[in-house]
């Protein structure tokens, strides 16, 4: 049972570059979420989605789009890579409203 | 607007002292709430939660206290120990429209002294 996994680890992107980090997990929830995560800033929510075919934004949406074709995956897409999204991103599911959600281990992304 | 806060940054504490760490929400519409521990270069992870109907929740060494009039939440960790260094992050759930989120604070690290 490998719960939530992300790829990349690691990240280096140009500036204007687009790209896409994976997201799978394989407990069977139906919400997931896309996370990231600055200096003071604590852990900032950018999209999520309640089930598959249903995505929504979170408190800072702008740069990124999700789509959700299965209940496993949910990939982040970056549409044109800018030095502000560097940062550390996390995906997390979780199997209804009020209970844990479980988060991978993380994608460090560096946008020079 | 920070929904979730948590004001203090940092906090040290010797080994076998009491760590109480601090979170202050504004949406009265939050009923559910966790809390999570995170080390350096891996994901957060869960630690307690609490539910609006209750005051208190305990599970082993972590008590989570729920003061709705203050709008207040709190973690203890007896006794603490040099493995409970970490960020610890709040989090808070809304009843009604925006149910699916979960908004974090800020974090605060927890230097546990040996």
């Known amino acids: 049972n490998a719960g939530v996994t992300q790829t990349p680890k690691f990240q280096v992107l140009k500036t204007g570059q687009s790209m896409t980090l994976q997201c799978a997990q394989d407990?069977?929830?139906?919400?997931m979420s896309w996370y990231r995560q600055d200096p003071g800033m604590g852990l900032r929510l950018i999209h999520y989605?309640?089930?598959?075919?249903?995505?929504d934004q979170g408190e800072v949406p702008n740069g990124y789009n999700v789509s959700r074709s299965t209940t496993e995956d949910f990939p982040l897409r970056l549409l044109s890579a800018a030095p502000s999204q560097t940062s550390v991103y996390f995906c997390?599911?979780?199997?209804?409203?009020?209970?844990?959600?479980?988060f991978g281990q993380g994608t460090r992304l560096t946008v020079v | 607007d920070q929904q979730v806060k948590q004001n203090s940054p940092s906090l040290s504490v010797q080994e076998g002292r009491i760590s109480i760490l601090n979170c202050d929400y504004t949406?009265?519409?939050?009923?559910?709430f966790l809390w999570y521990k995170k080390y350096p270069a891996e994901g957060p992870t869960f630690l307690i939660s609490?539910?609006?109907?209750?005051d208190k929740n305990e599970d082993g060494r972590f008590t989570v206290f729920l003061n709705k009039s203050a709008k207040h939440l709190s973690l203890h960790i007896v006794p603490s120990q040099p493995g409970d260094s970490a960020v610890y992050f709040c989090?808070?759930?809304?009843?009604?429209?925006?149910?699916?989120?979960?908004?974090f604070g800020t974090g605060t690290r927890l230097k546990v002294l040996a």
């Open positions: 997390a599911s979780r199997v209804g409203r009020a209970t844990e959600a479980f």
């Open positions: 407990m069977n929830h139906e919400y």
């Open positions: 989605s309640v089930g598959a075919g249903i995505t």
């Open positions: 949406n009265s519409m939050f009923d559910y």
């Open positions: 609490i539910s609006s109907i209750k």
């Open positions: 989090a808070a759930s809304a009843r009604g429209s925006g149910t699916y989120k979960y908004i």
